[in-house]
């Protein structure tokens, strides 16, 4: 018998609780820079060298973090359902927790990609974490943060409308719903589908979308509950 199809849409507010920053909570300035310089194509066109430096320093803060409980828990899922995680989170905490199965929307810190080649990409080892607008690849192209920038379209997308529409339950965790694309995947869940939306202050468009079961708390507390939900209803 096939496990149900579990599928996960993660923000900010899950790794918040590792102690990540967000910027959305910093009043559009990310660790002092503001977010445009330093998370859009345009400011990575006027200025390369601030961002590689600004992603170095979020690698180097990455690193000295860990995954923490709501991450452990989703992992954990895995024993009882086909879980899929859909983040629009950068950081590797979900992979780090155990988690199998995970798309990212918005890219992904610890790797590079080519600045001429998107579908080239690298991952960075703990060892040497730092690039540059110079820093070349094991095949000779200059490489970028693999990151989508403001600005760029976010390839994952189509891939995270389809397993939003293949989902048996779908949960969405520690996101304001605001950041598009990634908040219309609500949207495309199947009629009747259970929804579990947790987050300490849920976006109020939620009450309109019939079956969500919201659970006012932060992902930590929140992992707990849908679990304890989960079981009781298998």
């Known amino acids: 018998m096939s496990k149900p199809k579990l599928v996960i849409s993660s923000g900010a507010g899950i790794s918040a609780e590792s102690g990540i920053s967000t910027f959305r909570d910093a009043g559009g300035l990310w660790e002092n820079y ?67 199965k995970v798309l990212h929307l918005h890219g992904e810190m610890m790797k590079i990609r080519s600045v001429s080649d998107p579908d080239y990409i690298e991952t960075l080892d703990i060892e040497h974490l730092e690039t540059t607008p110079a820093t070349r690849g094991k095949r000779g192209d200059l490489m970028r943060p693999h990151i989508v920038f403001f600005q760029e379209p976010v390839p994952n997308i189509e891939k995270a409308m389809e397993l939003t529409a293949e989902a048996d339950i779908f949960v969405v965790i520690g996101t304001s719903l605001v950041v598009y694309p990634a908040a219309g995947l609500i949207q495309c869940v199947r009629p009747g589908t259970p929804i579990y939306y947790i987050d300490p202050h849920p976006a109020a468009s939620v009450g309109m979308i019939p079956g969500v079961t919201v659970i006012k708390d932060t992902a930590t507390a929140g992992m707990r509950k849908l679990t304890e939900i989960l079981r009781s209803n298998r």
């Open 34 to 100: 503001p977010v445009m310089e330093v998370a859009s194509a345009d400011g990575f066109r006027r200025n390369p060298k601030l961002v590689h430096e600004f992603y170095n320093a979020r690698r180097r803060d990455l690193i000295t973090k860990q995954p923490n409980a709501a991450h452990k828990a989703l992992a954990d899922l895995e024993k009882d359902y086909d879980v899929y995680v859909i983040t629009q989170n950068v950081d590797d905490l979900h992979e780090r927790a155990g988690s199998s």
